[in-house]
Nanobody, 123 residues
Framework: QVQLVESGGGLAQAGGSLRLSCAASGIIFSINTMGWYRQAPEKQRELVAV???????NYADSLKGRFTISRDNAKNAVYLQMNSLKPEDTSVYYCNAQGTDYGLGPARRFDSWGQGTQVTVSS
């Protein structure tokens, strides 16, 4: 089972910055896509930024220029640098990874979510 652990959320003022981290752990696995989503109260979960299987990045159009996703393949980790934060960025941010788990048992696809980390931006 591939697990994701997030860190780095918290409280920021409008215009400030936060950096989120997410690390994947398991026995043996390969990752195809990995990235970030967010969900505000009473809203649908939405894409923030992800690395695709080919290694390129997809961003929500509204966040381009303010948010930057990066990764460390050796650590199976992704990061989200959030700059010029706005109150409307307040959400629970979730890490997601999809790939193949070669651990106990036959190889199987996985689609794992982290527990979520709260980001609150005050005006």
């Amino acid at each position: 089972q591939v697990q994701l652990v997030e860190s780095g959320g918290g409280l920021a003022q409008a215009g400030g910055s936060l950096r989120l981290s997410c690390a994947a752990s398991g026995i043996i696995f390969s990752i195809n896509t990995m990235g970030w989503y967010r969900q505000a109260p009473e809203k649908q979960r939405e894409l923030v930024a992800v690395f695709t299987k080919g290694g390129s990045t997809n961003y929500a159009d509204s966040l381009k220029g303010r948010f930057t996703i990066s990764r460390d393949n050796a650590k199976n980790a992704v990061y989200l640098q959030m700059n010029s934060l706005k109150p409307e960025d307040t959400s629970v941010y979730y890490c997601n990874a999809q790939g193949t788990d070669y651990g106990l048992g036959p190889a199987r696809r996985f689609d794992s979510w982290g527990q979520g980390t709260q980001v609150t931006v005050s005006s």
